[in-house]
């Protein structure tokens, strides 16, 4: 799942030129994958195919939404866990076209 968003774009996202946090901005990414999916309840197969995307990519605002939980969660990764975390609205704004409506 973390084909789609390349390490080097997640660390100049997150302006990161050391490689002691690599492995873990790669777990960030396949979570904030994660989340998208989760988010627009969708295979991203199934947008690729709907929006007539490449096999191996996705549309852009899907990866700048991804982009930006990436930063949120390593931003916020001593974050209490008692505090409120709620998604962005440029999130939801990005991954709103994408989000299944109705019944499956």
């Known amino acids: 799942m973390s ?4 390490l080097d774009l997640a660390k100049s996202h ?3 030129l050391h490689a002691r946090d690599d492995s873990y901005i790669e777990l960030l990414i396949k979570a904030a994958l994660k ?3 989760n988010y627009i309840d ?16 996705l549309p852009e605002d899907l990866i700048f939404a991804a982009l930006l939980i990436i930063g949120d969660m390593y931003q916020n ?3 209490q866990t008692d505090a409120a975390l709620f998604i962005n609205i440029a999130c939801e704004r990005l991954m709103g076209p994408y989000v ?3 019944v499956k």
């Not at 084909?3 to 390349?6: F, G, M, Q």
């Not at 199934?46 to 990519?57: A, N």
């Open 35 to 37: 989340a998208v999916r």
């Open 100 to 102: 299944r409506k109705g």
């Open 42 to 57: 969708r295979d991203f197969s199934e947008v690729q195919l709907k929006w007539g995307v490449p096999v191996d990519s």
């Open 14 to 16: 997150l302006r990161v």
């Open 77 to 79: 990764r001593a974050a």
């Open 3 to 6: 084909d789609y968003i390349a």
